[in-house]
């Protein structure tokens, strides 16, 4: 069934005409249409009207619009961004959240004349978009405000949510179509006015009758990543100026019972904000250079100014290792923290690798013995039936550690079980938190929902599932983990070496961080001559001579990585082969 029909949601229809675009909401077209026209062609600005207009003499376009996500200016003018496929998640308090499985992008005004040099950059800026979206995990629901936390929703609205698609109080930072909507929201009027949703980047999970000690509940897993410096790997980390991070975002969990109850539990991640770099080279580990001055104190504090603001108290868990190059990387977090002695930031080293090892994953509760007392103060967040808040989060935990995606994972689903456990104790639902182990059919599923998140997120960021996912979700490394981890980790190196500097500029693009302006000089025209190479090296890993099994063994894996370097010196292009962004530099350290 899809989406739409068990919902009730209807489709929009789109028809094309030289100079507008017309949105329809049947397709009988009885009611009035939306009329998205671009008057003045030497701007970007759109109108949207709401009128009876006639049909006849336009194209009807193929697919049908779930949603609008905005209008972005590019070369030939104002283009709309449209859902034309999603999928049903599920249900969290009566509202329908939904995944995006395919966007379009519409030119609103299709007689505008483009030189064949602006043609060639526009297929480009489109490809970037494209690709931006298709590697992205997008959510949306028509009804809910999906940016915003349980807690800071109950703040805005005292009674139940409202019916409309809540942009008055919505939180920006985590709100991917905001560049998109930002001009279409004030002319947007009804009805179309309900399908313009705020969009998320992340992980939403929603599973139905889970039971703990035979009280049954949903559970809810979401991941907001924020929109602010946000990248790929090797191209974004550490903080800006104005003290962004980059991979940062927020989980949240809750757990709705039929009665109306609700907890929730938040945690937050991103990367050490100082000022450092790590660019790809070709190397498997490219070097890690910190700023040895003291242009990392504004970013820094700026963005646990701005953690603070939003959370109040921290729990900040560093999990790098103590030696080799992430210790240089440590020591310049920790030397931010001793100097600003700040009271609400409680700061915990905990190497990993060191304490665990590749199998030794019980001694996590080492760190959790550390910070339990600190769990126990900033509690959850709690709705009774009523729909009065009982119990309010103050402060979470921040986690990182390189990348902030595998330990990182690893470490939030750990400490969100025990979180867990302290919610079901203080409801009566457990004698005592660890009686949580004694439901082994809920712990497997939330062992699994949690290392689920770690590979979306990871799968944006570096462009595969995350390392040591196996832990995760069964609590200890297997042989086969071993291996897929092994075939994760040369994987990572192709996306992050041939693919990731495209992915960016799609999400500078997407994100606002570059506005395409007519007239401006072309960013491609200075392209290197080595990314011939690099397409060969992509069409011989995409396209190997058997099939796709063979071209994920670590036999094609060996022979394409043989090829790589070969061609490379060669040629003598180290550097030049990299697939670099070509819309902005995101490098910090080096302007």
């Known amino acids: 069934v899809e989406s739409s029909e068990m919902s009730g949601v209807k489709s929009l229809s789109l028809v094309r005409f030289p100079t507008y675009l017309l949105l329809t909401i049947d397709q009988d077209y009885v009611s009035p249409s939306l009329l998205i026209s671009n008057p ?142 930002k001009d279409v929201l004030p002319k947007l009027v009804e009805p179309y006015r309900y399908w313009l949703p705020v969009v998320i980047e992340g992980f939403v999970k929603i599973q ?142 905990f190497d990993v690798h060191h304490e665990c090892g590749v199998s030794n994953f019980k001694n996590l509760d080492k760190l959790i013995a550390q910070i339990i007392d600190d769990l126990n103060g900033m509690g959850y967040t709690h709705m009774v039936p009523s729909g009065k808040l009982v119990k309010r989060q103050e402060g979470i935990v921040r986690t990182n550690c390189k990348d902030s995606l595998d330990r990182t994972n690893l470490v939030c689903g750990w400490v969100a079980r025990v979180c867990l456990g302290l919610q079901l104790v203080e409801m009566k639902m457990l004698p005592v938190a660890s009686d949580l182990e004694k439901n082994p059919k809920f712990l497997r599923f939330f062992r699994h929902i949690w290392a689920d998140n770690g590979d979306a997120i990871s799968e944006f960021y570096a462009g595969t599932p995350a390392i040591r996912s196996d832990v995760t979700r069964d609590g200890k490394q297997s042989f086969t983990g071993l291996v897929n981890d092994g075939l994760s980790s040369v994987t990572r190196y192709y996306m992050n070496n041939m693919q990731d500097g495209n992915k960016q500029n799609g999400i500078d693009l997407l994100s606002g961080n570059f506005i395409v302006r007519p007239g401006q000089a072309s960013p491609f025209s200075k392209e290197e001559k080595a990314s011939f190479v690099a397409g060969i090296l992509t069409i011989f890993y995409l396209y190997a001579p058997f099939n796709v099994k063979y071209r994920a063994s670590l036999l094609w894996i060996a022979v394409w990585l043989v090829l790589f370097f070969v061609l490379a010196r060669v040629f003598k292009l180290s550097k030049k082969i990299v697939n670099k962004p070509k819309l902005i530099n995101h490098n910090i350290l080096d302007r």
């Open 40 to 181: 003045d062609p030497s701007t970007s600005v759109c109108e949207f009207t709401v009128d009876k207009v006639p049909v006849l003499g336009g194209e009807v376009f193929e697919k049908p619009i779930f949603a609008i996500l905005g209008v972005i200016e590019l070369l030939g003018g104002p283009y709309l961004l449209v859902v034309t496929q999603h999928e049903l998640v599920g249900t969290i308090q009566n509202d329908l959240v939904y995944v995006v499985k395919e966007v379009d992008i519409v030119r609103v005004r299709s007689e505008i004349s483009l030189t064949s040099a602006q043609k060639v950059d526009e297929a480009k800026y489109i490809d970037m978009l494209l690709y931006a979206f298709q590697t992205a995990r997008m959510y949306f629901s028509y009804t809910r405000d999906m940016s915003t936390s349980f807690q800071s929703m109950k703040d805005h609205f005292d009674g139940p949510t409202p019916t409309f698609p809540p942009w008055d109080h919505i939180t920006d930072r985590f709100v991917w179509n905001g560049h998109l909507a």
């Open 208 to 349: 139905e009758d889970c039971m703990v000690n035979d009280y049954r509940f949903t559970f809810v897993l979401i991941a907001r990543r924020n929109l602010n410096r946000a990248g790929t790997r090797f191209n974004t980390r550490g903080a800006d100026e104005q003290g962004n991070a980059a991979n940062s975002l927020e989980n949240e969990q809750l757990i709705i019972f039929s009665d109306g109850t609700v907890t929730s539990f938040v945690q937050a991640r991103g990367s050490i904000p100082v000022i450092w770099a790590q660019e790809p080279t070709l190397a498997y580990e490219p070097p890690i250079r910190v700023d040895q001055s003291q242009r990392s104190v504004v970013p820094f504090r700026a963005h646990f100014d701005q953690q603070l603001k939003f959370y109040r108290k921290l729990v900040i868990l560093n999990l790098l290792k103590k030696s080799g190059s992430e210790k240089k990387l440590g020591d310049a977090y920790r030397t931010q923290l001793e100097n600003w002695k700040n009271p609400n930031i409680r700061y915990v080293e």
